[in-house]
């Protein structure tokens, strides 16, 4: 086994060049005794205004506050994922973070092969071998912020009709689809829910094109309020709702800014929060294999209902939307997360 790890990390040093086409951001030599974390982005990258920028926004906090120096990769393919990874590995970093459910399988492969390095993998999926002991899964309860966006969104529409327009058909985004229809359904029991997926590969987050295309169905269907789980695929949502009329929901961030006036509210992913409380457990000397969930309780996801960015929500729409929260919350509401 020793070996054969030493053989691995000849070959990802070997072939820096390319396992990462794209080095896209590091910073200088970390503060004395601070860890280096490597962090290879999802499909979208840095610039999505979704997913990859809030990881992004943990890992510049915990420079900022912890003094790690930290390196970017952004691969172009899944041979590109798996040697960003190991190269990172190789190379001795302390922590290395796949962002997205993609990585799943690859991270455990290369978590196995270097068990002195620590990893973490945003949105981890199990597999059917035990992840290694040097491997976080981070995960969120997506289906319970979704819940309370359908919910406003049940609120909001004028037609009984509303939108969820999904990237890659995966068990992670039904989460979304899920907790939003039954959300909707709570404040509308009459709202039907259009469902529609952009594909079934990884370039279904970033195809805009397809995103408007089927958002502008949904819309010419009697949809008037469409929520998106699809990364940058949802600007074309946003684009379509802006030129009919219609209004939007954003995911994992604040994406009002995207599309003013047409985004009334967000579902928002602490994915900010998840990547810097890895980094600052292996800072501190605790950190821990296995799987971890945020919530609402954790303060893991939640909703935009407060500033400029949620003015379109009346006082009473909040309220409402808000006693829904705490019922979940307080585990007296349960969110389908899965069909």
């Known amino acids: 086994m020793a070996d054969r790890r030493a053989l691995l990390a000849a070959l990802a040093l ?10 896209v951001g590091q910073t200088p030599a970390p503060a004395r005794g601070a860890p280096r974390v490597g962090l290879v982005f999802d499909v979208g990258g840095r610039g999505d205004k979704s997913f990859n920028d809030a990881a992004y926004e943990g890992l510049a906090r915990a420079s900022r506050e912890l003094g790690v120096a930290f390196e970017l990769a952004e691969p172009l393919g899944a041979e590109d ?13 302390e922590l290395v973070i796949g962002v997205g459910y993609i990585f799943s399988r690859d991270i455990g492969e290369v978590a196995a092969d270097f068990p002195g390095v620590r990893f973490a993998c945003v949105d981890y ?14 995960g969120f309860r997506e289906e319970e912020a979704s819940f309370l966006v359908g919910a406003a969104a049940g609120l909001l529409t004028r037609t009984s009709k509303v939108g969820f327009v999904g990237g890659m058909s ?4 039904v989460k979304f689809e899920l907790g939003f229809a039954a959300g909707a359904r709570a404040t509308c029991p009459a709202c039907a829910v259009a469902v ?5 590969t990884g370039e279904a987050f970033r195809d805009p094109a397809k995103g408007k295309a089927i958002a502008a169905a949904q819309i010419a269907g009697g949809a008037d309020v469409l929520f998106h789980a699809a990364g940058l695929t949802g600007n074309g949502v946003f684009e379509a709702a ?3 009329g219609a209004r939007a929901i954003g ?36 950190f821990r294999g296995g799987l971890r969930a945020f919530g609402l309780a954790e303060g893991g996801v939640d909703w935009v209902h407060e500033g400029p960015h949620a003015a379109g929500l009346s006082p009473e729409l909040v309220a409402r939307v808000e006693a829904l929260r705490a ?10 997360s899965t069909r």
Do not use: H, W
């Not at 070997?14 to 080095?23: E, F, I, K, N, V």
């Not at 999926?125 to 981070?138: D, E, I, K, M, V």
């Not at 994406?255 to 890895?278: L, N, Y």
């Open 327 to 336: 019922e979940i919350a307080g585990g007296r509401v349960r969110v389908p």
């Open 196 to 200: 529609a997926y952009a594909g079934s």
């Open 251 to 286: 995911v994992d961030r604040d994406q009002a800014d995207e599309a003013p006036g047409v985004v009334v509210t967000s579902m928002v992913k602490r994915v900010d929060v998840a990547v810097f409380e890895i980094i600052r457990d292996v800072t501190l000397g605790r």
């Open 81 to 93: 994922r798996e040697g960003a990874l190991r190269l990172f590995a190789a190379r001795g970093f």
């Open 242 to 244: 802006r030129e009919r």
């Open 14 to 23: 070997a072939g820096a060049s390319l396992a990462l086409p794209r080095r």
């Open 125 to 138: 999926a199990p597999g059917p071998r035990p992840a290694p002991p040097n491997l976080a899964g981070l």
């Open 170 to 173: 995966i068990p992670l985004i």
